[in-house]
Structures are given as structure tokens and as C-alpha cells.
T-cell receptor, first 112, second 118 residues
């Protein structure tokens, strides 16, 4: 089954404790992207990757890191989470940039 | 600047009514793509449509139709004879085409929550 898998689905953490949200796709897609969804703001792009070892900043990259060492995986790293990073996070992949995107189930992160 | 505006925060209709969700965009790119996604109460995001800025033809898919008007920078979405299962948050999104300034970047609107009552 074609899918994008994010883990964990829910996470509560404390300020400053490094965390990683994993994202994996099984469709051999080149393009992957991370978004955060906040009430009244819609989805905002954090980082994207056009292919292995090629990543770039989206609209709201501050406080986040990513890596793309393998085509299928695109983890999101919060080195020192802060309460303003409490949000719902989505990973997405697509064959190319402007084609249909497939989204993961979302990760609800709470930073206290 | 790239921007997508969905001015309707929430809309409530009764089943079988027609409803139009508005989307207005701003872009510095001369070629671009527009999208609509649906987020039902279960939370996942589902692709509905992609439209290239070169193609201004309206599109119909069952009860769904889209009206793209480059002159007014709008890409509106109409649901005909709405059903309870259409209840969801709908997002409009914008991305630059290849070789454009905003290629690879996506900009979403704030979403419109549609409530369809039986």
C-alpha cells in the first residue's frame, strides 16, 4: 500500500530536549516536505527536499533541521524544542514538486 | 510575495445545498500551480486537484467543480448538492512552476471549515 508513515503520532516533551520525528515513504518519490499546521494559519512549509542530500528552507525553518540520507526517509529534528513549536506536523511526498502530494497521518507535538 | 487567502473561515450549509469556497492568491511567478486539499475530521490531508496557470479551463469532477480566473487571481471550489461527508477543512495552495522563483515552495491558505448539516 502506497503510504507516508510518520512516527510518533503524539509526543509530549519538555523544553530543550532534542527530538526527532521520522517520516518514511514507500513510493520512490523524489520530493518530500515538512509542514506545521496551526489554527488560523493553515499549513506552513518548514523544509523540503528535492532528492537525496538536497534540502532547502521553506517558510518557517527556524528551530528545525532535516536530513535526506536515503530517498525514502526525511526526518525532522528539533534540537532544542520550545513551547512555540507546539503544533501538528505533517510530512508529505510527491513524485515531483508540483504533482499530487501524499501526506502522513500527522504528529501532534506538545512542548511544555 | 506569495500568499493564499481563504477569507471564509467557516461555512455551514444544509445537505443538498451548493456551496462555493473562495481562494485568492498572490504570486510574483509568471507560471505556477494551484491545488486544493481536503482535511476531513479524521485529520489526514487528501489531494483534490492541481491546476497549471496556463490552463484556465474550468474543471468538473462529479459534484466538485473548480473555477480558475487568472484575471482576478482566484481559484474557487464549488460543491454541488453537498453531502454530510463533504464536511471537512479545505485548503487552497500555491506553488511555483519549474524555473520560477518559488519552485519547490508551497504556500497554503488558512483553510475553510465546511459544515454540512443533514
Amino acid at each position: 500500500e502506497a503510504q507516508v508513515t510518520q512516527n510518533p503520532r503524539y509526543l509530549i516533551t519538555v523544553t530543550g530536549k532534542k527530538l526527532t520525528v521520522t517520516c518514511s515513504q514507500n513510493m520512490n518519490h523524489e520530493y518530500m516536505s515538512w509542514y506545521r499546521q496551526d489554527p488560523g494559519l493553515g499549513l506552513r512549509q518548514i523544509y523540503y527536499s528535492m532528492n537525496v542530500e538536497v534540502t532547502d528552507k521553506g517558510d518557517v525553518p527556524e528551530g528545525y533541521k532535516v536530513s535526506r540520507k536515503e530517498k525514502r526517509n526525511f526526518p525532522l529534528i528539533l534540537e532544542s524544542p520550545s513551547p512555540n513549536q507546539t503544533s501538528l506536523y505533517f510530512c508529505a511526498s510527491s513524485f515531483q514538486t508540483n504533482t499530487e502530494a501524499f501526506f502522513g497521518q500527522g504528529t501532534r507535538l506538545t512542548v511544555v | 510575495a506569495q500568499k493564499v487567502t481563504q477569507a471564509q473561515t467557516e461555512i455551514s450549509v444544509v445537505e443538498k445545498e451548493d456551496v462555493t469556497l473562495d481562494c485568492v492568491y498572490e504570486t510574483r511567478d509568471t507560471t505556477y500551480y494551484l491545488f486544493w486539499y481536503k482535511q476531513p475530521p479524521s485529520g489526514e490531508l487528501v489531494f483534490l486537484i492541481r491546476r497549471n496557470s496556463f490552463d484556465e479551463q474550468n474543471e468538473i469532477s462529479g459534484r466538485y467543480s473548480w473555477n480558475f480566473q487568472k484575471s482576478t487571481s482566484s481559484f474557487n471550489f464549488t460543491i454541488t448538492a453537498s453531502q454530510v461527508v463533504d464536511s471537512a477543512v479545505y485548503f487552497c495552495a500555491l506553488s511555483g512552476a519549474p524555473n520560477s522563483y518559488n519552485f519547490n515552495k508551497f504556500y497554503f491558505g488558512s483553510g475553510t471549515k465546511l459544515n454540512v448539516k443533514p
